[in-house]
Nanobody
Framework: QVQLLESGGGSVEAGGSLTLSCVASEYPYSRNYMGYVGWFRQVPGKEREGVAIISTDSGRTNYADSVKGRFTISHDHGRITVYLQMNNLKPEDTAMYYC?????????????????WGQGTQVTVSS
């Protein structure tokens, strides 16, 4: 069973930065393919929302409007790891952040298109 493990969360002040990591225990799909990997976030009482997606095949990315210009998603194929660099953090970025992968999502930010999920890492941004 492939597992995804997120790390890098924490508490920062507004304007600060954090880098989240998502490491897979093995390649989720055949032929050493990581698939489409995304970062999602959720606050209590609200639906989970997509933040950033990367195609680990083409490198194509997709971002939610709320994080464009501030967050950058990247991946390291050899380390089976996807990163989320978060700059200029705002209090509204406070949430539990999850990574997830899909064999084929076409870069969609819709959480329902992703089948393998990690346990999450908490990000708290104070004003």
């Amino acid at each position: 069973q492939v597992q995804l493990l997120e790390s890098g969360g924490g508490s920062v002040e507004a304007g600060g930065s954090l880098t989240l990591s998502c490491v897979a225990s093995e390649y989720p799909y055949s032929r050493n393919y990581m698939g489409y990997v995304g970062w999602f976030r959720q606050v209590p009482g609200k639906e989970r929302e997509g933040v950033a997606i990367i195609s680990t095949d083409s490198g194509r990315t997709n971002y939610a409007d709320s994080v464009k210009g501030r967050f950058t998603i990247s991946h390291d194929h050899g380390r089976i790891t996807v990163y989320l660099q978060m700059n200029n953090l705002k209090p509204e970025d406070t949430a539990m952040y999850y990574c997830a992968t899909a064999l084929s999502s076409n870069g969609s930010l819709e959480p329902a298109k992703y089948s393998l999920w990690g346990q999450g890492t908490q990000v708290t941004v104070s004003s």
